[in-house]
């Protein structure tokens, strides 16, 4: 399978909260104080959906495949999947190992 | 806080609007609902107007004051509000609050939006400005595409099928049928709706709302102000207005919105009442699945049953839980800035017992207004006078 990537994400440098971002005040402490840190890329899929009518910026992309995945330091994000959405299923284990203009790329994981 | 009553209310047609601008739109309605109550519009103390994007596909800013003008009405606040698909009941809740508050004896809603002009990237890239677009945004999701996430956790959690899903469309589309303000009633069956096109799986075209053009309007008054009304006024028990998370992530559960069920708590504690209740809803099914978890958070039903309660016709007039008898959003329409208020005019309809749809002896009135990714909404919990 291709090579995994890396998550960037914040983690509150007062009490250690992750967030995917965006974010100004960390939402446990509303500290100021967020530190971008890299996170592996390995979770499991909640949910999918492949999007068949993509707003202007995305049109010329469409279909792809939208997923909800819950990483294994806690973090949930929107990305999309790469491969087959015919072989997904809730709780599929999966990898990030792609970004495209801010979003991950998620692949089924093998090993 | 003083008694509030809707005194008057006014809609036009849900659909296509084409040579109509959008401030003509909202002045139509508002000038019936003014009409209606009988009242003179010098006494109106405040405007709050609910429009999400009439920037984006109008061109257009400043409706609030553009409308207000339009009426003649006198040099009063006149505010817009915004809170994308839940624009329009909160629209409602600040004239409510106006009165309620003592600020001022009348007050006008107002709700509008013109979209039908554009085609569906531009509409569905405007829509989108109702997401975090720093974070969702980025992967190409869209709204379809949050209610398609939803669909596929409920059905593995709670057993859903795609047949008692379509039981919410063909009702909602039967009800249209009734009323004159709907843009498509329709005669559907579930091999009419699984054959439509696949829009965000497993969504189909007609598990979707229309886009729309149309502007309703409620007048407010004080309850003092009650003697010489002329049309039948109905009391507002309750106006809640809650918010969630603007993100995906910020959802620990995506088969169920806090917001409204935070909305739904605090309205039923203002109202004093409990959802076994209410006799007549209208809630925001902007998709098919909306309807079903909707209803779920609202309490209507069991957590898990809403798909069950559509499929066993629980849910139509007649049924012991009616839902959109005005055929919702995905059959009267969902010009999003009108939604919230043309909720509540459906709703004053059936209470006065004029509602072309009618729920027998229906006493209380239950709406809910949704927004973005469940990042604000709006419930609203309306009783017949006499009851």
Known sequence: ?111 | MRKVLVAGIGSTPFGRHGDIAIQSLAIRAADAAIREAGIDRREIGALYLGNFVSGPLTGQEVLAGLVADGLGLAQIPCTKVEGACASGGIAFRHAYLAIASGLCDVALAVGVEKMTHADTATTTAALNCAMDNRSDGVSGLTFPGLFGLAWQVHAERYGTRREQVSAVVTKNKANGLLNPLAQMGATLDNDQIVQSALICDPLRLYDCCPTSDGASALLLVAADRRPDLAAMPVEVLAAAQTRGSARIAGHPDLCTFEATVAAAQAAYAQAGITAQDVDVVELHDCFSIAEIIDGEDLGLMPRGHGAAYAAEGRTRVGGDVPINPSGGLLSKGHPVGATGISQIYETVLQLRGQHPNQVRDAAIGLTHNLGGTGVACSVNILKRLDA
Do not use: N
């Open chain 1, 1 to 111: 399978m291709p090579d995994p990537v890396l998550i960037k994400a914040l983690r509150c440098a007062a009490c250690g909260r992750l967030d995917p971002g965006p974010r100004d005040l960390c939402e446990a402490c509303h500290s100021p104080d967020l530190e971008p840190t890299e996170l592996p890329g390995d979770g499991a899929l909640v949910s999918w959906t492949t999007i068949r009518r993509a707003p202007t910026r995305f049109k010329g992309q469409a279909p792809y495949v939208i997923a909800v995945v819950d990483l294994e330091s806690g973090l949930r994000l929107t990305g999309r999947i790469a491969g087959d959405p015919d072989r997904l299923r809730l709780a599929l284990p999966l990898r990030a190992t792609g970004e495209h203009d801010g979003a991950y790329l998620f692949t089924e994981r093998t090993t």
